[in-house]
């Protein structure tokens, strides 16, 4: 079974960056697409970016788009979440999802806070 391991995360001041990585626990073959979700203490798991291995394109949504930028290392299937310009509400925890063969794979996770 595969198990995404996300690292990176830490204790930022607003205006910082942070770089979170994705890499799977075991080797990985073909076309897979991997997505990140925050989930803020009593909020809901909310999606903030994906890209598929074949088209190296990301998307994202409103709330992140033009600071966060997600690329991806083919040759050693990890895939990274920059983030620039981050603001308080971005603390979370960012989650790692894998999807591989029709099959959904979650990482435990990594905390971001960002606070002065």
């Known amino acids: 079974q595969v198990q995404p391991v996300e690292s990176g995360g830490g204790l930022v001041q607003p205006g910082g960056s942070l770089r979170l990585s994705c890499a799977p626990s075991?080797?990985?073959?073909?076309?897979?697409?991997t997505r990140w979700y925050r989930q803020a203490p009593e909020g809901q798991r909310e999606w903030v970016g994906s890209?598929?291995?074949?088209?190296?394109?990301?998307i994202y949504p409103d709330s992140v788009k033009g600071r966060f930028t997600i690329s991806i290392d083919n040759t050693n299937k990890l895939v990274y979440l920059q983030m620039n310009s981050l603001k308080p509400e971005d603390t979370a925890v960012y989650y790692c999802?894998?999807?591989?063969?029709?099959?959904?794979?979650w990482g435990q996770g990594t905390q971001v806070t960002v606070s002065s």
């Open positions: 999802n894998l999807a591989i063969g029709g099959y959904d794979y």
């Open positions: 075991t080797a990985i073959f073909g076309r897979y697409v």
């Open positions: 890209i598929s291995s074949d088209e190296g394109s990301a």
